[in-house]
């Protein structure tokens, strides 16, 4: 089945700094891949998406892109804030062609924390 | 922000009792979901629903039933609480399936005695 691995955290950064968090997946077929953010107390929000190999997902001064050939999309920002502190979960849906057409399978997610 | 409420928020229920959560959108979106997060597990689906009256298991469904009533509704039902069921719960919704994105609640903070 499908499943999604995450770099274990926590990490923790000081402001500026540059961020990565690894995601790399294992799926059939062509699925979309997501980051979703939950912030203390909070429900998930999509943070970025693509949907095809060599896609380009962007948002807030987030960036990951979709590579087929190392499965993986990591999540990247060049400068981060105090404010980007929250738990960041990669996500994948199935594509049309299995069984898991749909439906979001997360990894355990990254608390990131970013000192002033 | 979507409009999805859940309820409870938070709840603490002995073992060996029933629980309903709660998950009410203004959306009218046609899928409906619920999750359970536990600390290392990320998000893990246990129910959805495709429309009214149409409902299907994930991947940690043993131990919860759902219903599906109206398009706006979908509960989650909990037959008879046990300890390994405290998690925090999440509903989400969407439009339909491929790439839409799914929408997702404020959760409910489930425990367990």
């Known amino acids: 089945g499908n499943s999604v691995t995450q770099m274990e955290g926590p990490v923790t950064l000081s402001e500026e700094a540059f961020l990565t968090i690894n995601c790399t997946y294992t799926?059939?077929?062509?699925?979309?891949l997501f980051w979703y953010v939950q912030y203390p107390g909070e429900g998930l929000q999509l943070l970025l998406k693509a949907t095809k190999a060599d896609d380009k997902g962007s948002n807030k001064g987030f960036e990951a892109t979709y590579r087929k050939e190392t499965t993986s999309f990591h999540l990247e920002k060049g400068s981060v804030q105090v404010s980007d502190s929250a738990v960041y979960f990669c996500?994948?849906?199935?594509?049309?062609?299995?069984?898991?057409?749909?439906?979001?399978?997360f990894g355990q997610g990254t608390i990131l924390t970013v000192h002033p | 922000d979507a409009g999805i409420t859940q309820s409870p928020r938070h709840k603490v229920t002995e073992t060996g009792t029933p629980v309903t959560l709660r998950c009410h959108q203004t959306?009218?979106?046609?899928?409906m979901y619920w999750y359970r997060q536990d600390p290392g597990h990320g998000l893990r689906l246990i129910h959805y629903s495709y429309g009214v009256k149409d409902t299907d298991k994930g991947e940690v469904s043993d131990g919860y039933s759902v219903s599906r009533s109206k398009t706006e509704d979908f509960l989650l039902t909990l037959e008879s609480a046990t300890s390994s069921q405290t998690s925090v719960y999440f509903c989400?919704?969407?439009?339909?399936?491929?790439?839409?994105?799914?929408?997702f609640g404020p959760g409910t903070r489930l425990t367990v005695t």
């Open positions: 996500a994948l849906k199935g594509d049309a062609g299995g069984t898991s057409y749909g439906k979001l399978t």
């Open positions: 959306e009218n979106h046609r899928y």
């Open positions: 989400a919704i969407s439009e339909g399936q491929g790439s839409y994105e799914q929408y």
């Open positions: 799926a059939t077929g062509y699925p979309s």
